[in-house]
């Protein structure tokens, strides 16, 4: 593990009733550093961010070793891993309309996991600390929308209400895990930008999950290629997008259109 390695994940394995999904992967994070894990629909990706967090079903069974800060999380009891979820380590889901309660205001949402983690804080202290979050997320009228339901909120506010949960505790490590994917175009473009600048801003370490390789470009500074449940590749964005070593990476380059992609021909698939 390098020196200034935040997470570090060695030989990790997970299987659902016996049936492999992610077989003995390697990567670490290190210090405010983001790495992009990408690969199509089922390689493993989403699998070994929640093994991470220690999120899988009771039908998973996980095995090799996931270092945090020097602590072996896979080692911890769960009363000690839920201080670690949300607090020093926090994840952004794909689909915020699921992630979200429909029928609970926002700020009450975002105010539950700086309770979880701070109950020696005044109602007022907790109101104090959402709306900065949601200020910070770039959300129009925090103190006024506090009280407002996910269904008043657009899809890439929504998201934006996710982001705002997952760093109001200040964590070291964010997992966002495909979260841009519902989004248009624009509006992930917007997301992206807040994603960078909370990075630097907080000295964020994270681990971007994505099937797009175009949006991966955008935020990661290593990457790390996944199928059918192995990591095939790692190298530094700029050297992996310029130059990919394995077959797998190039079909995958290759099947993403450009603009200047024949628009007549079929599009490349990863057969």
């Known amino acids: 593990m390098p020196n200034s390695a935040l997470l570090d994940v060695e030989g ?9 999904a992610v ?3 390697s990567f670490h994070i290190n210090e405010g550093e983001t790495l992009g894990l990408v690969g199509e629909s089922g390689s493993g990706k ?4 929640l093994a991470v967090l220690r999120l899988l079903p009771p039908t998973a069974t996980v095995s090799g070793r996931i270092r945090f800060s020097g602590e072996d999380l896979l080692a911890l009891p769960e009363e000690a891993m839920r201080r670690h979820r949300g607090r020093s ?3 952004i889901f794909q689909e915020p309309m699921t992630a979200l309660n429909p029928v609970m205001p926002v700020g009450a949402q975002i105010a539950e996991a700086v309770r979880a983690h701070h109950p020696e804080l005044s109602g007022r202290d907790v109101r104090e600390r959402v709306v900065e979050a949601m200020r910070e997320v770039a959300l129009p009228e925090p103190e006024r929308r506090f009280s407002d339901y996910p269904h008043q909120f657009s899809g890439g506010q929504r998201q934006r209400i996710l982001i705002a949960m997952a760093i109001v505790n200040r964590p070291r490590l964010l997992i966002a895990d495909e979260p841009t994917t519902a989004l248009d175009v624009t509006v992930q473009a917007q997301i992206l930008a807040l994603l960078n600048r909370l990075r630097a801003s907080h000295n964020l370490s994270m681990l971007f999950i994505s099937h797009d390789l175009a949006v991966v470009s955008q935020v990661a500074d290593r990457v790390a290629v996944m199928q059918h ?9 700029a050297q992996l997008f310029c130059s990919p070593q394995h077959a797998y990476t190039r079909r995958l380059l290759a099947s993403a259109p450009t603009m200047q992609t024949d628009r007549t021909r079929p599009l490349a698939t990863l057969a």
């Open 12 to 20: 990790l394995s997970v299987a659902f009733q016996g049936r492999p």
């Open 23 to 25: 077989e003995g992967i």
């Open 46 to 49: 989403s699998a070994a961010s």
């Open 89 to 91: 380590m926090a994840m």
């Open 229 to 237: 449940g192995h990591i095939v590749e790692q190298a530094p964005a």
